[in-house]
């Protein structure tokens, strides 16, 4: 069997490795001269950044594609945890630690919600049986309809995960500490979307950073979509960069190969779009080839929040701030109303990611600071240049006591139309669609196509949903489905 992938993402690598361990013959295609995705290195002026995830948790996803590449995962990526994980700064001045160190954690909230510390081992406990029933019933199987969800397994597993509950409302149970709730809130924005509306499912992400653990890769954590290559090659895939696939070749039921921009054709028995699928799919078929994702239905689609984004690299190191550092907002709902209308945030919450804090060699010349802002999807609403919202985080960062600019030596700018031109991310989105609405965030856009027999999707912007390990996930689901081995229902 012969498969084409298009996209080279974590994603299309994960099912790249997957299918090839497994006897299938590979070829994969990614416009780009990097592979990876959004998983980006850029080398600078002496600095090493890590563009897309720098929050890293479950590495056992991410070692098992190594595994099934032939290789070690110990000998290719050392996977550093960091207890104290995350420090929450609120304008007073105050802080708040995110920690994998239950006593640490426990201390804290005593100071600052004791009703919370009374509870706070339960907590632990709910959102770890989130997890465990997300990851039983949802996780490592593909979907390709709706009817999935209504199954009996599923439908009773879907009941218990507290679909129709918020994220906010859930945290509120347990806690009544604003900096606390604000804290947790944001996890809603690793799933690109709301905590005041979007499913209390996604609160398994705290299981994942609370009781698992935040991770980084030394030497940088883009060091995964490399070991991912390496992997791919050891298996025998044959990846090509700087080929942009244009079209796919259909004889009305079944994709027969895909159109390359100089002009060949490359035929396949699979073909896996990894590329964003609103983005890369309306792209590559013709309407009368996708009646089930016409553009009618696209344009109604809510994507996910994007990303505005900031490298700086620093001439010093600032010993106040911290790896995964952020700077909240003085009102979150608010921040959100605007995303939600397609508006940059007045007064934005700015997460920094500094790996030199865990690992100094990385950046020997100073700190490397990942700046990262919410924004909104591209949108005509849109109220900021990058040259104005720029200055407005670093003006907020300074009245946070974290005066950055005068020490920034080199700078790169990432807004969201770069998002969407380099990645092909649905206007600048970072996950597709978002979870804010409680259909559409279950009802992600499925691993199998409902028009084409043989056309499958895998990555961000599908099932599971759009963290890296999930996307991990996703291209492993896909080609287990192609090679047979889990059904997309097991009802
Ligand atoms: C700013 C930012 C911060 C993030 N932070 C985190 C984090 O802290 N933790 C975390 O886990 N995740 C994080 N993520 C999410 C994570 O990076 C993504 O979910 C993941 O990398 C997406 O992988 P993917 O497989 O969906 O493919 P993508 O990375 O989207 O790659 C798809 C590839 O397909 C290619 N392509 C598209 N169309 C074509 C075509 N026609 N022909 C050839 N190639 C094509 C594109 O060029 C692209 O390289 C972040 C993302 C961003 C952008």
């Not at 919450?349 to 990385?362: R, V």
């Not at 020490?407 to 969201?416: G, L, N, Y």
Request: aromatic share 10%; with cysteine; charged share 20%.
């Amino acid at each position: 069997m012969k498969v084409v992938i298009i996209g080279g993402g974590l994603g299309g690598l994960s099912a790249a490795v997957s299918l090839a361990s497994q006897g299938v013959e590979v070829d994969l295609f990614e416009k780009n001269d990097h592979l990876g995705g959004k998983m980006m290195p850029v080398d600078e002026e002496g600095y090493h950044f890590d563009f897309g995830p720098n929050t890293i948790t479950m590495p056992e996803v991410f070692k098992d594609v190594l595994r099934q590449g032939g290789l070690v995962p110990e000998e290719e990526l050392e996977f550093i945890q960091i207890p104290n994980h995350t420090r929450n700064q609120f304008s007073d001045g105050t802080t708040f630690d995110l920690s994998s160190d239950r006593e640490a954690m426990y201390n804290q909230l005593l100071r600052i919600d004791p009703s919370g510390a009374r509870v706070y081992y339960s907590f632990l406990k709910e959102v770890e049986r989130l997890y465990v029933l997300s990851k039983k019933h949802f996780l490592h199987r593909t979907f390709s309809s709706w009817k999935d969800y209504l199954s009996p397994s599923l439908g009773k597993a879907f009941a218990q995960v507290r679909p129709l509950e918020s994220m906010d409302h859930f945290f509120k149970q347990y806690f009544s500490n604003p900096k606390i709730l604000q804290s947790l809130n944001r996890y809603s924005t690793y799933v690109g979307s709301n905590p005041y509306v979007t499913p209390a499912t996604f609160a398994m992400i705290a299981h994942l950073e609370l009781n698992e653990g935040v991770y980084y890769v030394r030497g940088g954590n883009t060091k995964i979509a490399q070991s991912f290559v390496k992997a791919a090659r050891n298996q025998g895939v044959r990846l090509h960069m700087n080929q942009e696939v244009k079209r796919m070749v259909t004889n009305g039921s079944n994709v027969t190969g895909v159109l390359l921009e100089n002009g060949e054709i490359v035929e396949a028995d699979r073909i896996i779009v990894n590329g964003d699928l609103l983005e890369a799919v309306p792209k590559l078929l013709s309407e009368k080839d996708r009646p089930s994702l016409s553009q009618k239905r696209i344009d109604r689609m809510d994507p996910s929040i994007s990303a505005f984004v900031l490298l700086a690299g620093l001439d010093k190191k600032i010993d106040s701030l911290h790896h995964h550092h952020v700077f909240f907002s003085n009102d979150y709902k608010k921040e959100f109303q605007q995303l939600q209308m397609g508006q940059y945030a007045d007064d934005p919450t700015i997460y920094i990611g500094t790996s030199s804090k865990t690992d100094p060699d990385i950046s020997p010349k100073g700190d490397n600071c990942f700046i990262l802002v919410n924004a909104p999807a591209l949108s005509t609403n849109q109220n900021r240049t990058p040259e104005e919202y720029r200055q407005l985080i670093y003006d907020r960062l300074k009245e946070h006591g974290m005066d950055l600019e005068p020490h920034v030596a080199f700078e790169q700018v990432i807004p969201p139309t770069e998002i969407q031109q380099k990645f092909g991310a649905f206007r600048g989105a970072l996950y597709g669609p978002s979870a804010n609405r409680k259909l559409q965030a279950f009802m992600r856009p499925f691993n199998k196509s409902r028009d084409l027999e043989n056309l499958y999707f895998c990555g961000g912007s599908t099932h599971p949903g759009g963290g890296s390990p999930m996307v991990v996930l996703s291209g492993q689901n896909v080609a287990n489905q192609i090679v047979g081995k889990i059904s997309h229902i097991e009802a």
